[in-house]
């Protein structure tokens, strides 16, 4: 069982910028992909960026340009930077790790609620 902790949210104006980090309970080296997704108000939790054990990235089209994921295995943590924030990108951020070991495990963080003010 992998335990996930997000941090590094809060309230930052439009254009400013943000660092989450999403720290795992034991070694991220076997996660296949790790992730972070959001969850506005009344919406459904959606994928932001994902980063794969290779290093591979993907990024929500919304996203893209301004947010960049990272992991780092030797500390067992995952980053999101996040630049040029915007208004739009106000939500609960959550971090995800996936493995393959006989099925698909999936863990999830609490979230951390990042705001962005006008």
């Known amino acids: 069982q992998v335990q996930l902790a997000e941090s590094g949210g809060g309230l930052v104006q439009a254009g400013g910028s943000l660092r989450l980090s ?8 076997s996660m296949d992909v790790m992730g972070w997704y959001r969850q ?3 919406e459904q939790r959606a994928l932001v960026a994902t980063i794969t ?3 591979s990235t993907n990024y929500a089209d ?3 340009g301004r947010f960049t994921i990272s992991r780092d295995n030797a500390k067992n943590t995952m980053y999101l930077q996040m630049n040029s924030l915007k208004p ?3 939500a609960v ?3 995800n790790a996936e493995y393959t070991l006989y099925w698909r495990r999936s863990f999830w963080g609490q ?3 990042v705001t962005v003010s006008s």
Do not use: H
């Not at 999403?22 to 080296?29: D, Q, V």
């Open 88 to 90: 739009e990108d106000t």
């Open 53 to 55: 054990s290779g290093g």
């Open 62 to 64: 919304s996203v893209k």
């Open 22 to 29: 999403c720290a795992a309970s034991g070694s991220i080296l």
């Open 93 to 95: 951020y959550y971090c």
């Open 40 to 42: 506005a108000p009344g």
């Open 111 to 113: 979230g951390t609620q």
